[in-house]
């Protein structure tokens, strides 16, 4: 215990910047966030523009295991990959990669064919390659700018990173809740809650970016010499921050289309 609070204390208070071993670690998990962005984004063309894998993704019982799928993989991890090894965490990185970047692309699905679509609560959106391009962009600053606040800030954000995933599952809570509901007829769809759930999961993921920045860092001084322990950082450090980028590029899309 004494040595993890060590190592905890070092990675708070070291200027980190000139740690070579550190730089090669967070560029470790960066470079396998890139090909994650990149593969999802690939997928999510195809899976747009492609009339044959259109077809097949949003119009058989594969779009279920598309949509849910996730969800599953991520709630069945934590019963199932107590002690996940490098291998494990690697499968289980590109599957998430691979079934979100296919279920994005009805966003291209809509700027192919110029589709306007609303949600359940009525949110009418309508959008292009540009609107596509310009959210990702403004997405792509933002996790940047977040994370480099994360790795250089001398503030201890554990408390308010250990607030924000209480309030991310509470918020997961709310919007299965909500899908209920009305599914039963208990209450009718809120485009208010839409965009306040959307929202919240923006804005919470965007504090994630930050905590998860400095976990990393501190985990490297844990860790550094266990190869294996360093690999399972790595996968699980990327699909955090995957899965962060993601619910705040959906937002910025939601917001940017609903104003076309």
């Not at 779009?63 to 709630?75: E, Q, R, S």
């Not at 400095?214 to 985990?219: I, N, T, Y």
Request: zero cysteines; a neutral charge; aromatic letters at 14%.
């Amino acid at each position: 215990m004494n040595d993890f609070n060590t190592s905890i204390a070092r990675g708070r208070t070291m200027d980190a910047s000139v740690d070579a071993g550190l730089r090669t670690f967070m560029l470790g998990v960066y470079t396998k966030l890139t090909l994650g962005i990149g593969l999802a984004g690939v997928l999510a063309f195809i899976a747009g523009t492609v009339p044959v894998v259109t077809n097949l993704i949003f119009g058989t019982p594969l779009y279920y295991v598309v949509a849910f799928g996730p969800i599953a993989i991520i709630f069945g991890s934590m019963f199932f990959m107590k002690n996940p090894s490098p291998l494990g965490s690697a499968i289980m990185y590109w599957t998430l990669v691979t079934l979100i970047g296919l279920g994005l692309g009805v966003y291209f699905l809509m700027a192919q064919t110029g589709l306007n679509m609303s949600t359940a609560g009525g949110i009418s959106q309508a959008l292009n390659y540009g609107t596509i391009a310009k959210a990702f962009f403004i997405t792509s600053s933002a996790f940047a700018a977040l994370s480099l606040w994360g790795y250089t800030t001398k503030r201890d954000l554990s408390a308010i990173g250990s607030f924000a995933i209480m309030a991310i599952w509470a918020l997961v809570a709310v919007s299965l809740i909500y899908m209920l509901l009305p599914a039963i007829g208990i209450m009718e769809p809120s485009s208010n809650m839409e965009w306040m759930i959307s929202g919240g999961f923006a804005l919470l993921s965007a504090v994630l970016v930050a905590w998860q920045t400095q976990e990393l860092k501190e985990g490297y001084y844990q860790f550094a010499g266990n190869e294996r322990g360093m690999a399972v950082m790595t996968n699980w450090g990327a699909l955090n921050f995957f899965i962060m980028f993601v619910n705040m590029f959906r937002f910025v899309l939601m917001l940017l289309a609903s104003r076309e």
